[in-house]
């Protein structure tokens, strides 16, 4: 019997490899000829931080469908966690492909305000699930800031 679980990280698997397989090399080339802010000293990290930023947002899925599977209002909540997810994992297409950093500036901020709407949806329903969105609510402004570092660092790929 497939469990719920297996669907949720399923979905987040498929994505997460869908979106990063459409990467160029030319797009991927450009992102590492960019200069980086001095203190940017953990970005071998960057892959292990956002495994465990959508480990725990799937996690948080998971809960809110099991509370009550089925129903127009999960579906709705299942579908937030879906476009914050399309939005997250679109940065690295979208900016390398554009070679914009502005691109990734943007989407890094649309991915925080769905992930603070999605906190606020959550909280009444369970507390455990929209805590689970916590490492995202800490991580993506870091990000975010990052990416408008590189923006000042690399005026002419704004």
């Given at each position: 019997?497939i469990?719920?679980?297996?669907?949720?990280?399923?979905v987040?698997?498929?994505?997460?490899?869908?979106?990063?397989?459409?990467?160029?090399?030319?797009?991927?080339?450009?992102f590492?000829r960019?200069?980086?802010?001095d203190?940017?000293?953990?970005?071998?990290?960057?892959?292990?931080?956002?495994?465990t930023?959508?480990?725990?947002?799937?996690?948080?899925?998971?809960?809110?469908?099991?509370?009550?599977?089925?129903?127009?209002?999960?579906?709705?909540?299942?579908?937030?966690?879906?476009?914050?997810?399309?939005?997250?994992?679109?940065?690295?297409?979208?900016?390398?492909?554009?070679?914009?950093?502005?691109?990734?500036?943007?989407?890094?901020?649309?991915?925080?305000v769905?992930a603070i709407?999605?906190f606020?949806?959550?909280?009444?329903?369970?507390?455990?699930?929209?805590?689970?969105?916590?490492?995202?609510?800490?991580?993506?402004?870091?990000?975010?800031?990052?990416t408008?570092?590189?923006?000042?660092?690399?005026?002419?790929?704004?």
């Amino acid at each position: 019997m497939i469990r719920s679980w297996m669907v949720i990280g399923g979905v987040m698997l498929g994505l997460a490899f869908a979106l990063g397989s459409v990467t160029t090399s030319r797009g991927r080339g450009w992102f590492r000829r960019l200069r980086r802010p001095d203190w940017l000293t953990f970005e071998k990290f960057i892959p292990v931080i956002w495994t465990t930023v959508f480990t725990c947002a799937a996690w948080s899925a998971y809960i809110i469908w099991e509370r009550e599977p089925g129903t127009s209002r999960t579906w709705g909540l299942m579908a937030t966690y879906l476009l914050l997810e399309v939005v997250t994992l679109l940065y690295t297409p979208l900016m390398l492909g554009a070679r914009r950093i502005r691109v990734g500036l943007w989407l890094g901020a649309v991915g925080l305000v769905v992930a603070i709407a999605l906190f606020i949806m959550l909280l009444p329903l369970s507390r455990p699930a929209a805590w689970l969105l916590l490492p995202y609510l800490i991580w993506s402004p870091i990000g975010t800031y990052t990416t408008w570092e590189m923006m000042q660092l690399n005026p002419e790929e704004a």
